[in-house]
């Protein structure tokens, strides 16, 4: 009897990791798809209204992600980036680091998709 409530008590272990696996999984690409959603913010045609989505978004990246060093780090130079030449380039590397951290393969987009969001003309 003891055996069984053992196996019992360590499926619901896992059951219970694998729930939170998933739980955290889809929390972070609802964080994607918000930045990603909303990167016209800061596109060469600037939608304005959705600045505040944006960077909504990447302010929730970093407690969202904070259990991967390297979306930390490409948030933090995206940040130290943001009014330079280079924000684009670091706005890509951000989008490629989360997309990893999340299972997508960047390698699959072009990086012009990156920063080109599809808005009306």
């Given at each position: 009897m003891r055996k069984l409530e053992d196996e019992r008590n360590a499926l619901t272990r896992q059951?219970?990791?694998e729930r939170q696996t998933f739980e955290i999984r889809r929390i972070k690409?609802?964080?994607?798809?918000?930045?990603?959603?909303?990167?016209?913010?800061?596109?060469?045609?600037?939608?304005?209204?959705?600045?505040?989505?944006?960077?909504?978004?990447l302010n929730e990246v970093m407690v969202v992600f904070s259990d991967s060093n390297g979306v930390s780090g490409a948030l933090i130079e995206y940040k130290a980036a943001i009014g330079t030449i280079n924000h684009n380039d670091r706005l890509i590397d951000l989008?490629?680091?989360?997309?990893?951290?999340?299972?997508?393969d960047p390698s699959a987009f072009n990086d012009s998709l990156f920063l080109g969001p599809f808005a009306p003309p």
């Open positions: 059951l219970e990791a690409l609802d964080v994607l798809r918000k930045i990603a959603g909303n990167r016209a913010a800061v596109s060469d045609k600037a939608i304005v209204e959705q600045r505040a989505r944006f960077f909504e978004g989008f490629k680091t989360v997309c990893r951290d999340v299972g997508i």
